[in-house]
């Protein structure tokens, strides 16, 4: 897969969920961040369709990011 510059893109960066066990100041300050509802984020059906659609292209390295990914972690260890 390439990107409009044809460079090569062989990474996809999934973002899981905007919640983190933290308060660092930088990713989540105290004010102006709204966090999403569990209806609004995507299930593990969801993120496991996308994710392998992203290998079929050519996606060879994902990166589980977000608040804490390990919040969620029941539903990635699956």
């Known amino acids: 897969m390439q990107d409009n510059y044809r460079r090569e893109i062989d990474y996809l960066r ?4 905007d919640r983190c066990n933290l308060r660092c100041f930088y990713c989540m300050p105290e004010a102006g961040v ?6 609004d984020i995507l299930r593990y059906e969801e993120l ?4 392998k ?6 996606i060879s390295k994902v990166r589980l990011t977000g608040g804490e ?4 972690k029941e539903s990635l260890l699956k």
């Open 14 to 17: 999934v973002s899981v969920i």
């Open 34 to 39: 709204e966090l999403k509802g569990c209806n």
């Open 48 to 51: 496991y369709k996308i994710i």
């Open 53 to 58: 659609a992203a290998t079929e292209l050519g």
């Open 69 to 72: 990914p390990l919040v969620r």
